[in-house]
């Protein structure tokens, strides 16, 4: 029961930026005959940089919630998960569109996504460090 908030905040942190395949990430007012902006809209899947990069910080973030029992190793993992989103996205997004001709525009709703995971595995470090200290006291109590 000790571990539970934690992973479900990982889970949804890992899970939720799938909804950038659907989602807009940038768009254009011009559409461009080939490329990213063929059809005006950018989303994730369009994209060999930004899905990598989603894939990584998805595989990570789930690999963390999985190391529960080595808790520092876990707070470790978890912000490697939280530079790979804060970082790797967006500048694989901004690699992809940045050869184009298209002036693009980013989706807010892209942006708070992004936001809201890295705030759901700010938060399940902060009950990992919870954990850690509770177990330490009980330690001391022994």
């Known amino acids: 029961m000790i571990q539970t908030k934690q992973t479900v905040l990982l889970w949804l942190a890992a899970i939720l930026p799938a909804s950038l395949f659907k989602l807009t990430i940038a ?3 011009e559409q461009t005959e080939t490329g990213i902006f063929a059809d005006g809209v950018f989303t994730l899947g369009e994209s ?11 595989v990570i973030t789930i690999a963390t919630s999985l190391l529960y029992k080595n808790r520092a190793l ?3 993992t978890a912000w490697v998960s939280f ?3 804060l970082v790797g996205m967006p500048l694989a997004i901004f690699m992809s569109i940045n050869g184009t ?3 693009a525009r ?3 709703a892209a942006l708070l996504v992004l936001v809201f995971s890295l705030v759901l595995i700010y938060l399940s470090v902060r009950f990992i460090k919870k954990d850690i200290a ?3 006291s009980m330690d001391r109590l022994r």
């Open 48 to 58: 060999t940089p930004s899905l990598i990069a989603y894939i990584l910080a998805a």
């Open 83 to 85: 530079l790979v989103l």
């Open 74 to 76: 876990q707070v470790k």
């Open 106 to 108: 980013p989706g807010i």
């Open 27 to 29: 768009s254009s007012a």
């Open 101 to 103: 001709e298209a002036i």
């Open 134 to 136: 509770i177990v330490k």
